[in-house]
């Protein structure tokens, strides 16, 4: 099993940038796909980007395209999502998580076995 924790959200004006970090216990991350997901009120989870161990890596939902960038460092077992350019509808809690599965890297977030606490990102314009 592995534990996840988010941290890095904050209050950001438009245009502005975040770094989220999410830290991993308890397994490599190398493992897994690692995801990051994000959730606004009265919204339901959407998928934003991905790491996977196979196929095409990393991807990104489009709406996020050029702006944001996924990575890791194996080192310190954590996975980063850096969010530049940001637009008011970025605001969201945004969650990391690990799929354990074929390694592939989904946008399901069904297929995802373990997930983080959130961190809240809010942009304002």
């Known amino acids: 099993q592995v534990y996840l924790v988010e941290s890095g959200g904050g209050l950001v004006q438009a245009g502005g940038s975040l770094r989220l970090s999410c830290a991993a216990s308890?397994?490599?991350?190398?493992?897994?796909?690692m995801g990051w997901f994000r959730q606004a009120p009265g919204s339901k989870r959407e998928f934003v980007a991905v790491?996977?161990?196979?196929?095409?890596?990393?991807y990104y939902t489009d709406s996020v395209k050029g702006r944001f960038t996924i990575s890791e460092d194996d080192a310190k077992n954590t996975v980063y999502l850096q969010m530049n350019s940001l637009k008011p509808e970025d605001t969201a809690v945004y969650y990391c998580?690990?799929?354990?599965?074929?390694?592939?890297?989904?946008?399901?977030?069904?297929?995802?076995?373990?997930w983080g606490q959130g961190t809240q990102v809010t942009v304002t314009s």
């Open positions: 790491i996977s161990r196979r196929g095409p890596r990393p």
């Open positions: 998580a690990a799929d354990s599965g074929d390694g592939l890297g989904r946008v399901d977030g069904g297929e995802y076995d373990y």
């Open positions: 308890g397994h490599p991350i190398s493992d897994y796909a």
